[in-house]
Structure formats: structure tokens, C-alpha cells
């Protein structure tokens, strides 16, 4: 194998989806968060990989961040948080999440000023 087999695997594809949504590989149907060239399960090519909504996940750590760009809010509430096999960082709504916390996606919040997007943040699931 030859680096021009695969001469952009390494790159992340930038495609720009909501942040509630993972990857899903259309051959071998792995799921990830971060956007890659390829499956990291099966390698195949993931330029037409579709979406899902992430539903429910478990918080597994949380941080809150005092100390952030102009644009980004401070504090910053992040949580580390597991959604069957897929494992991502996004902002927690606010600060009372802690680990084994069932979570979801919810709200419209720009990450950053200046962007026009908007986002969901992570809430806490009312279990009762
Ligand atoms: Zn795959």
C-alpha cells in the first residue's frame, strides 16, 4: 500500500452537521461523532455516510471551563458523554450534570458569537 491509496484519510471531511447528530458508515453501520474520510471500524469511504439523531447518552466526566476564547461563553459547561458507542465532548446547559447523569440534546444555542448556527446543548433526562 502506497500513501496515494488513501492520501486523505487522516483529514476530517468538514462537513458541517448539527451537533446532535453521529455518523453512521453505510457498509458496516459503525457509528462515530467527529467527521473522518473513513470508517474507523471498516475503512470504508464515509463521503456518503448519513446521520442520526443521538437520543439518550450517560454523562461519563463533566469540566467547566473559566477561562475561554472572546466568543465562547464563560464559564464554559462541557460534558464527556457516552451515547452506546459512540463518546463525545459537547457544552452541558449548565452546571449541575455529573457522571452516570442520563442526557440529551436539546435547545438552540449559538457555540460561538458570531455564528449564525445554532446548536443544542446537553440537558439532564427527567427520569420520573
Ligand atoms: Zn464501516
Do not use: K
Request: glycine share 6%; with cysteine.
Amino acid at each position: 500500500m502506497t500513501d496515494s491509496d488513501h492520501p486523505v484519510t487522516d483529514r476530517p471531511a468538514d462537513r458541517d452537521v448539527p451537533a446532535d447528530r453521529a455518523f453512521v458508515c453505510d457498509d458496516c453501520g459503525h457509528r462515530w461523532y467527529y467527521d473522518r474520510r473513513r470508517c474507523p471500524a471498516c475503512g470504508h469511504g464515509a463521503e456518503s455516510a448519513a446521520t442520526v439523531r443521538l437520543e439518550t447518552g450517560a454523562v461519563v466526566a463533566t469540566t467547566t471551563v473559566e477561562t475561554t476564547p472572546p466568543d465562547v461563553r464563560a464559564p464554559n459547561h462541557l460534558a464527556l458523554v457516552r451515547f452506546d458507542e459512540v463518546q463525545l465532548i459537547a457544552q452541558a446547559a449548565d452546571g449541575d450534570l455529573s457522571p452516570g447523569d442520563r442526557v440529551r440534546f436539546d435547545g438552540s444555542h449559538r457555540l460561538r458569537e458570531g455564528r449564525d448556527r445554532t446548536d443544542p446543548r446537553l440537558v439532564a433526562v427527567d427520569d420520573s
